[in-house]
């Protein structure tokens, strides 16, 4: 049975950073490049986006190197947001601004209160891994246009601090991706990789359709066909 516990496993998902680059150095597909595109805990996966092409090379068993990048990035001017699971030049596209209070107004594609979110909880810290939206109200799923979250999707997460771990904290804002689908088991739903967070409620959410990162990166369905 294949142990995704390992040191080595631990560490390649720790250091992985969304937007990371992920070069093939192996097989048929060796030299062709990808793109990190999350993180899904329990199973430990680092999860790649590559073009279809890239990928009908592939089999198991290919290495593929990641330029992990991203570790202890910060605002020195703004201690008070924590950065997570982010590559810098990704953040430099995505070019949130600051308002007129200090605030980092990052663009969402949705807002999720607190009491949504489910499988994750309680599993320590946030620089692997993901936790989910809980989809069972089929009411407030599609009052708050959940029914319509695409992989890649950037989403606020209200009233949580993932500081050191993910906990409730009415004022804090987490900002997230979504890394994998919704699930049929109780708990469970889309997944969402922390990128960052303020328990001082000094990240500001700002609605935007195009607020996935297959738009900033060109990848996915926003790749050029």
């Not at 250091?15 to 329990?42: D, F, P």
């Not at 990048?69 to 703004?78: F, K, Q, S, T, V």
């Not at 009052?143 to 804090?172: C, H, M, Q, W």
Request: aromatic share 8%; charged share 25%.
């Amino acid at each position: 049975k294949e142990d995704r516990n390992t040191p080595e496993n631990a560490g390649y998902n720790i250091l992985s950073c969304i937007g990371n680059e992920a070069r093939v150095i192996s097989g048929a597909a060796k030299g062709k490049k990808g793109t990190i595109i999350g993180m899904h805990g329990g199973a430990e996966h680092v999860l790649v986006d590559f073009s279809n092409n890239v990928i009908k090379k592939l089999v198991y068993g290919d290495k593929i190197q990641v330029i992990a990048y991203g570790m202890g990035l910060a605002i020195i001017n703004h201690p008070e947001i924590k950065f997570f699971n982010l590559d810098p030049d990704l953040l430099l596209k995505i070019n949130p601004g600051l308002d007129s209070g200090g605030n980092l107004e990052f663009p969402v594609v949705v807002k999720v209160p607190p009491y949504l979110m489910g499988s994750g909880l309680g599993y320590g810290p946030v620089i692997s891994g993901d936790y989910d939206i809980t989809m069972a109200d089929e009411k407030v799923v599609k009052k708050l246009g959940l029914d319509k979250l695409r992989f890649g999707d950037i989403v606020a997460i209200e009233d949580t601090d993932n500081s050191y771990g993910r906990v409730y904290r009415p004022g804090a804002t987490t900002i997230g991706v979504v890394v994998h689908s919704d699930c049929v088991l109780a708990g469970h739903g889309p997944g969402v990789t922390t990128i960052l967070t303020s328990s001082k409620g000094k990240i500001k959410p700002k609605i935007n359709k195009n607020a996935n990162i297959g738009y900033y990166l060109k990848i996915g369905r926003f790749r050029k066909k």
